[in-house]
């Protein structure tokens, strides 16, 4: 078993002498971000932007036109795309096409690792947007970005992790230090991303199923309340849900299977196909 507080000292050290680089957003969702946090930003201002990046813009085009967002009229160009989906969709859609860049591997090895968190992350994204529902205060949208962002400490861990041969096979292992570990670098990129903190405290805190932010939902309790719905065979099998606080805010039962709910197994799959397509 790796010493976490040796790995973890070990990967900040990388990252603070440069051997091991963060991941950095380009300047186009740089640019995107810092618009829809304008609220003098218009509708074309956000889509000449992206229209910078000819594989962005036909993202977005596809999903402004797919069953979960199309409306009567369809969507034939970005400000259209944008004026639909709303500022923040495009920031999460954005990010999400370029965090799903990040999880391109150099390697078999990582290869397989980075797919399966991608597509965990993809399904706790999911279904935090699909609970969202039941918090008024809180956005789709952005609860469906706090899915996506909750394991990008992984990355850093995982590229270590290919360089370590205790550690490169043994997935179980990974998980565990994703889990004890991941939140401390998930959260030197959230600073390093300037995230609102509504979204930059989801790393950090997005395992511990005691957190508790306060009277009403936040995103930690979506992806929290999430994760335990993707994961019940190795998670909630062994946590007495009737005491965690993010599925009491998030207006679950304890024993509730949200994806067997009339309709949430399909906006899932749904939504799934739009981050993973």
Known sequence: MIDEKEFLATILQAIDSDRLRLPTLPEVALQVQAAVENDAATVKEIADIVMIDAALSARLLHVANSPLYR???PVENIQMAVSRLGGKLVRGLVLSLIMRQM???TSAVLDR???????????VAAISRVLSHNTPHLEPEQAMLAGLIHNIGALPLLVMAEDTPALRDDEQEIDRLVESIGPVVGTRIMDEWDFPEALARVPAHCYNIEYDGGPEADYVDLV???????KPHCVA??????????????GLEPEMEIL?????A????EVEHILLA
């Not at 690792?113 to 597509?119: A, G």
């Not at 929290?224 to 993707?230: F, K, P, S």
């Not at 067997?260 to 949430?264: F, M």
């Not at 399909?266 to 799959?269: L, S």
């Open 260 to 264: 067997e709910i009339d309709g949430v």
């Open 237 to 250: 099998a062994n946590v007495d849900l009737t005491k965690v606080p993010a599925i009491r805010k998030v």
């Open 103 to 105: 999880y391109q591997a």
């Open 224 to 230: 929290i309340a999430a994760r335990l719905q993707t």
């Open 71 to 73: 409306g009567r009229v």
């Open 266 to 269: 399909e906006e899932v799959e």
């Open 113 to 123: 690792h980075l797919r399966r968190m991608w597509e965990d992350s993809t399904t």
